[in-house]
């Protein structure tokens, strides 16, 4: 089986900047893959993908950037099929204690190490030879924080073997601690706390602290101790980069490229 490059790159003590997918547009996969993010992330929870989408999607993503999904839910099913598919890493939504982290570790795991189902469909070709032997440690397993209640049994959660890393959805965290849905609160004591107790933690118990983010955010990210950090999305992309040529085209300067992500 290839090697999972984002893994490798964490092992190795390095950091990880994504882009994630949130329209099923094969072309453009075909192309972003090319760019130097080192994951593209395929988006089947607020995205606009569907299972058929991300299976084209995956034939047209090269290996310069590793295919990784966020699942609906924390479900073994699905789970199971974005990984016969081809991803190597699933990005698993409100985890939110250890029951529930041990739930994602057993979908993404082959036995004795998990429950997941055999059947690669296209994982093993498209993966390379020996998947069966490889696959437990090539996938990535990479439970959300994104509640309070996450937050506050984060250490349970950290002590479930097989877990990658941890992926804060900053939005959702926001409103479980009544804040409104935003990339960050910089004036949020609460909520700066939160996330540099999610830095502490995983970090210590060597497990990638990841995070969604902006393109100006993504280095006060990474400087903050985020191994795995989401830059932007293919549509924020998309409309800051029609935003930009119009404002050149009009002779008005350079337009606002930044964006939120949810």
Same mark, same amino acid.
């Given at each position: ?14 950091t990880t ?5 949130s ?11 090319t760019v130097?993010y080192?994951?593209?992330?395929l988006?089947l929870?607020?995205g606009?993908l ?15 950037s590793?295919?990784?999904?966020? #699942? ?7 789970? +199971?099929?974005?990984? &016969? !598919? ?5 990005? *698993? @939504? $409100?985890v ?6 041990e ?6 795991r082959?036995a ?8 690669? #469909?296209r ?6 030879? +020996?998947?069966?032997? &490889? !696959?437990?440690?090539?996938i990535?397993c *990479? @439970? $959300?924080?994104?509640?309070r209640?996450a ?18 959805g900053? #939005?959702?965290l ?9 990339? &960050?609160?910089p ?14 933690l ?7 602290p ?8 993504t280095a006060?990210?990474i ?8 830059a932007?999305?293919n549509?924020?992309?998309?409309v ?9 085209a ?13």
């Amino acid at each position: 089986m290839i090697t999972n490059e984002v893994k490798k790159k964490w092992a190795d003590g390095g950091t990880t900047v994504g882009l994630w997918m949130s329209t099923p547009d094969f072309a453009a996969a075909e192309q972003l893959t090319t760019v130097g993010y080192d994951y593209l992330c395929l988006d089947l929870q607020h995205g606009l993908l569907d299972y058929s989408a991300v299976v084209s999607m995956l034939q047209a993503i090269r290996t310069e950037s590793v295919p990784l999904a966020r #699942a609906p839910w924390n479900e073994p099913g699905i789970i +199971g099929k974005l990984l &016969d !598919a081809g991803c190597m890493g699933v990005v *698993i @939504p $409100m985890v939110n204690s250890a029951q529930e982290a041990e739930a994602a570790v057993r979908a993404c795991r082959y036995a004795p190490q998990g429950s997941r189902s055999w059947g690669p #469909a296209r994982a093993a070709s498209a993966l390379g030879g +020996g998947y069966h032997a &490889d !696959a437990n440690s090539q996938i990535a397993c *990479i @439970p $959300m924080i994104e509640t309070r209640q996450a937050v506050d049994q984060l250490e349970q959660i950290l002590e479930v073997e097989g877990i990658d890393a941890v992926y804060v959805g900053p #939005a959702d965290l926001s409103i479980s601690y009544g804040l409104p849905p935003a990339t &960050d609160h910089p004036d949020s004591a609460i909520y700066q706390e939160a996330l540099a107790k999610i830095v502490e933690l995983s970090t210590a118990k060597s497990i990638v602290p990841g995070i969604h983010s902006t393109p100006t955010m993504t280095a006060k990210r990474i400087e903050q101790g985020f191994r795995m950090v989401t830059a932007t999305s293919n549509l924020l992309a998309q409309v800051a980069g029609a935003k930009e040529a119009l404002s050149q085209a009009r002779g008005e300067g350079q337009a606002d490229s930044d964006g939120s992500m949810y």
